[in-house]
Each structure stands twice: as C-alpha cells, then as structure tokens.
C-alpha cells in the first residue's frame, strides 16, 4: 500500500482553493490595518461617548472583505472534512479518514448544538450561550473533546499502550502498516512515536485520561473551597484569619517541587498521599450533608433520607477512592493517579477559598441576605441558599477557566514524569515521549500539544462567553 495523502481525492479541487481564501484574508486584514491607520479623522462619525458610529468607505470595504474571505476559510474546512466522509474509502485522504472516524463526535455535535439552539429560552445560562458567537465556540471545541473521549473506543484505530507493530517506529503521517492483519487498521493517520504505537489513538484516549481527571480534580477543589471559604467570608473573625494564613501558605509553596515530593518513594511509602486524599476527599460529603441539613431541616423525613443516601454513596465512594477498600471492588484510583489528583485538588483549593470568601464578602451585604437573617434562617442556609446561588456567575467562569489551567498542569506534570505511569496515553506523557527527536519526527510532541492547546482555548473562549452571558442575567 501506498501512504495516504493529506488531502486525497479532495486535493486538486480544495487546495487550490483554500490558499486563495488564506491569501485573500491575509491581504485583507493587512489593508484593514492600514486603512485604519491612514484614513482621516473627518471621514469617521463618532458619538457622544466616543464610540464610532460610522467608518470610512475602505474601512468597511476591507471588514467585509475579511469577513467574506473567513467564511470561505471555514466553508473549505468544512468540505475537507465533509467531503472526507462522503468519498469511497480507496480515495480518502489523512483529514477524510480522521474526520470519518470522528463521525460518532459529529453527530453528538450536530444533535446538541440543534437542541440547545431550539430550547435556548428555557436553558437559563447555558442556553443564553448560544446567543455568544465567542461561548458557542469555546463549548464547541470542548465538546469536541469530551464526545471524544466518550466515544474513544468506538474512534481509535489501535490499542494506544499495547499494540506495538514492528517497522512502524517514528513513521511519518499516512504511513501504512508492514503487513496489516485480517481486520487491521492499515495505517499510522499521524505517524508513529519512538515505541511505534499509535499517535492518533494515543491522542484520543489521552483527551479521556485528561477529562476524567482535570474536572473531577477541580470539582473536588472547589468543594474544598466553598466548604471552607462561604463560612470564612460570612463569619469572619479568627476563623476566617486562620484559614486565609493557611491557604497563604498553601499559594506561598512551590507547586512543582510540591509535586517532586509527593512521589518520592519515601513519601509514598509514610502514606502521605493517601492521607491527604483521605482528608480532601472527605468535603464533598461533608458538602451535601450540610446542603440537605439547612434547606430541609423543617421536613425531617426527606432530610434523613437524602443524608443517609449521601452518607451510604459518600462512604462507599470514599473508601474505594482516599482508601482503596471498597468492599465490593469496584472503586479504585491506581496509586500515580491518586497522587496527581491529591496534588491538583490541593493546590488549587487555596485560590477557589479567595475566590469564594471574597465574593461572600461581596454578597452578604445584599439586601436578601438581610432579609433571610430577619426571617430567622440559619447561618449555613443563609450561606448555602441566598449567597451561593448569587455567586453562581464568576463560579462557572472560575471552574471552566481552572479546568483549563489543570489541563496544563496535568501535562506538565506528564511532561516531568510525575505521578502517571510512563505508558499512559495522556497528552503530556506523549509529549515529553517524543520531544527527544521533535527535530526530525515532530508529530509525536505536536499532535497532543496541539490537543492541549485547543481544548485550553476551547475552556478559555466558553469562560468569556459565560463571562459575558451571567453580567447580563
């Protein structure tokens, strides 16, 4: 077999034209800029606050022209990857056979974008989101990843830690196998790394190791911090003094050299991780316990109902993954993950603390609030019930923003050999595995760089929109 193309069949017809869009929106901008700088002041109309009400002539003859030429951009795109899908096997290209098997990832893109789109009006925020062109891109990008890594058995051509095939050692893109099997995938779509094993696969169950570990990791932390940082800004006094110098400490510790300790082999063997899991892990519940407790303390019936659930699941849960003795064996974290998540969960715990004490700070002045305290509602209903809900906007903004800075901190720590295991397909293992040789086979380190990239961008871009979404809720 020969090794596929890029583009394949679509080639003659689409890259052609691709390079023309590219230019034109190239020497549109570049005349935008130009215009803009040399037009005269007497050709724009400003208003009273200063905001232009009408541009010159060019000025907006170069705006449209970068318009048209972006949307001819994202329409080429589109026919690469659409008409990938649609051409006979035999006359796919590399981007046709990625995106054909990305098919499932499509169509959980298409149905939820249409559903979301038709009930935006009873979606609340999330459904306001789709009204931000900035929002409906970032949740694109990171929808794209986490349909992947839902549907990662179903998109991977090979078995990213142990299929290992001979003659496949750092071969470029396209490559196809030796001598494929009955039922074999027959190429490498993005090379092979320096254990000829599949970057491709690699890459998509490394976006499952990163998402089932950066938002469980940050959902913890801000358990710990809305545990510890409601009460501190409500209250105050020595307990809020106490726990800010703590959490000032906590910020004022090297993050890295935290981590270079916590998988030593003699903290490891002293339990330390395990204590700290045993520790942090214990918010949530405490968490849930205090919710049911303060909003259905007048209905004891459900609130011993929903206690004792959250204790029974909680507890169980708690066991397998702080202790791993889940009595029934089906939770368990593996002893590198658990030091990684410890780790993510114990430094970013501090920042969500200030982050909560001072928007608490902020919103027990309200009116509300003061209206909760003359009815006579207790303080952790007050907290739970009336403040937290109303810090809801810069939470959201915050988690999705600390996802993405856990995704990079996972792949550093990949990069450094901390904590995950050497074979695991997470992207920053992937990168430090082939950042020996990125001079001469450079798509082992840049595939899962470029994952890192687009999925922290994707976070970042659906931070703004919430951002912008919640100032006008």
């Known amino acids: 077999m020969e090794s596929l193309t890029w583009t394949g069949a679509l080639g003659p017809w689409l890259n052609p034209a691709i390079q023309i869009a590219a230019l034109a929106l190239v020497i549109s901008a570049i005349a935008n800029i130009l215009v803009s700088v040399f037009t005269a002041d007497d050709r724009v109309h400003y208003g009273p606050d200063g905001a232009v009400l009408q541009s010159s002539n060019a000025t907006r003859y170069t705006r449209t022209a970068m318009m048209l030429s972006l949307a001819a951009l994202i329409l080429i795109a589109l026919g690469y990857l659409v008409g990938g899908i649609l051409l006979p096997a035999e006359q796919k290209g590399i981007i046709g056979r990625i995106s054909t098997r990305f098919l499932p990832v499509w169509i ?12 935006k009006r009873r979606l609340g925020l999330y459904g306001h989101l789709f009204d931000n062109v900035i929002g409906m891109i970032g949740f694109g990008l990171v929808a794209f ?28 893109p396209g490559t196809p196998l030796p001598s494929p099997g009955e039922g074999q995938y027959g190429y490498y779509l993005l090379g092979g790394d320096a254990i000829a094993r599949d970057v491709f696969s690699r890459m998509v169950a490394g976006a499952r190791v990163v998402l089932t570990i950066a938002p469980a990791a940050t ?23 106490v726990l800010s110098f703590v959490a000032n400490l906590v910020l004022a510790f090297p993050v890295i050299l935290l981590f270079f300790l916590l998988v030593t082999p003699e903290i490891v063997q002293m339990g330390v991780p395990t204590y700290m899991a045993g520790i942090l892990f214990l918010f949530p519940i405490a968490f849930l316990v205090i919710l049911w407790n303060s909003r259905f303390h007048t209905q004891p019936m459900t609130r011993n109902l929903l206690v004792a659930g959250t204790l029974l699941i909680g507890g169980w849960l708690y066991l397998g993954l702080a202790w791993d003795m889940d009595p029934f064996g089906l939770i368990s974290i593996p002893g590198g993950v658990l030091i990684v998540f410890v780790s993510v969960v114990f430094v970013n715990s501090p920042t969500v603390f200030r982050i909560v004490r001072g928007l608490t700070l902020d919103i027990r002045t309200r009116d509300y609030v003061a209206a909760a305290q003359t009815r006579g509602e207790g303080r952790w209903y007050i907290m739970l019930w009336e403040i937290l809900p109303n810090a809801r906007g810069p939470l959201l903004v915050d988690f999705c923003l600390r996802i993405g800075y856990t995704t990079i901190l996972l792949g550093t720590l990949g990069f450094f050999g901390l904590g995950l295991p050497p074979e695991s397909p997470d992207w920053g293992t992937s990168i430090n595995a082939g950042r020996g040789l990125l001079q001469f086979f450079p798509f082992p380190p840049l595939v899962p760089a470029v994952a890192i990239m687009s999925l922290v961008l ?12 919640s100032l006008k809720d």
Do not use: C, H
């Open 108 to 119: 959980a893109l298409v149905l939820v974008f249409a559903i979301s789109i038709a009930f």
């Open 219 to 241: 959902l913890f932390a801000f358990m710990v911090g809305i545990v510890l940082g409601v009460p501190a800004g409500y209250i105050g006094g020595r307990f809020d003094t």
């Open 145 to 172: 990843w986490v349909f992947s890594a839902i549907f990662a058995d179903m998109i991977i051509t090979f078995d990213p830690v142990q299929d290992v095939i001979s003659g496949m050692k750092n071969k470029a």
């Open 458 to 469: 994707g976070l970042n871009l659906l931070a703004d929109g919430l951002r912008e979404e």
